[in-house]
């Protein structure tokens, strides 16, 4: 009879399980350090000897890393979405702009749309909250908190998707997006108007989530991202007419 006896589980592998399923879901962040030895033994409930061998296979997928005198750290398994060469190709190129934000606008829409229909209620808590905290931001006139908020803000809802795959795309998209190698929103945040608009545009899309209107939630999305790729195409063109403004300035001062 093909027929195997089932053996108890390892205490390591169950520890290996729930580690993997916080990196997966994305709760344990890159970079992330876990708790010490004797409190993440505590915590778990299992030895140190059964923690150490969970560790070790976790180290040996990649997962985990250890930094000399610092302990444990989630690995940064997102780096490696782009290799160094095509992330040097992206920063050089405008078109890569113009397509990143399409790309958002098309992801993020679906994920606005999952969000308000699979989204918890401690999922639309979580976005209520960081827009509550951007209309703070807003009124403190600070385009670098203002700036980190909005990423936060479109990740909860990429969080509230429960799409893994796309959760950690995206989250290696925004990483290199705060790196400025896409754009860098805070000089969008400079100007009062756009910023003013910017925050309508989160309002929109929070209500239609909160609303748990799908439709609505994609919308708001495809309005907001639209609007910031034309933004930053206008702001492109006056950085490229105030070149040309400076040359012959040169020149009339030369005549």
Same mark, same amino acid.
Request: no cysteine; glycine share 0%; hydrophobic share 45%.
């Given at each position: 009879m093909p027929f195997q006896r089932i053996d108890a589980e390892k205490l390591s592998q169950s520890v290996v399980r729930q580690i993997e399923q916080l990196i997966l879901r994305g709760i344990l962040r890159p970079g992330e350090r876990l708790p010490s030895e004797r409190e993440l033994s505590e915590r778990l409930g299992v030895s140190r000897p059964s923690l150490r061998e969970a560790i070790a296979e976790l180290q040996d997928r990649g997962l985990l890393a250890t930094r000399a005198g610092a302990g444990i750290y989630v690995a940064d398994v997102l780096g490696s979405a782009f290799s160094p060469a095509l992330i040097r190709l992206f920063a050089a190129h405008d078109q890569a702009v113009l397509d990143y934000i399409g790309f958002r606008r098309d992801l993020e829409g679906v994920a606005a749309a999952r969000a308000a229909v699979a989204g918890t209620e401690?999922?639309? =808590?979580?976005? +209520?909250?960081?827009?509550?905290?951007?209309?703070?931001?807003?009124?403190?006139?600070?385009? *670098?908190?203002?700036?980190?908020?909005? *990423?936060?803000?479109?990740?909860?809802?990429?969080?509230?998707?429960?799409?893994?795959?796309?959760?950690?795309?995206?989250?290696?998209?925004?990483?290199?997006? =705060?790196?400025?190698?896409?754009?860098?929103?805070?000089?969008?945040?400079?100007?009062?108007?756009?910023?003013?608009?910017?925050?309508?545009?989160?309002?929109?899309? +929070?209500?239609?989530? $909160? *609303?748990?209107?799908? +439709?609505?939630?994609?919308?708001? @999305?495809?309005?907001?991202?639209?609007? @910031?790729?034309?933004?930053?195409?206008?702001?492109?063109?006056? *950085? =490229?007419?105030?070149?040309?403004? =400076?040359?012959?300035?040169?020149?009339? $001062?030369?005549?």
């Open positions: 401690t999922d639309l =808590k979580v976005i +209520n909250t960081i827009l509550r905290k951007m209309e703070v931001a807003h009124t403190k006139r600070n385009p *670098a908190d203002e700036a980190e908020l909005d *990423a936060q803000f479109h990740l909860a809802i990429i969080e509230a998707s429960h799409n893994v795959i796309m959760l950690h795309m995206m989250r290696s998209m925004f990483d290199l997006l =705060k790196e400025g190698v896409f754009y860098n929103r805070q000089v969008m945040f400079r100007q009062r108007n756009t910023r003013d608009i910017l925050l309508e545009h989160h309002r929109a899309i +929070n209500d239609a989530i $909160q *609303a748990r209107d799908p +439709n609505a939630a994609r919308e708001a @999305v495809h309005v907001h991202l639209t609007f @910031v790729e034309e933004a930053l195409d206008l702001q492109n063109k006056i *950085a =490229k007419n105030e070149e040309i403004a =400076k040359l012959r300035y040169a020149h009339e $001062q030369e005549r």
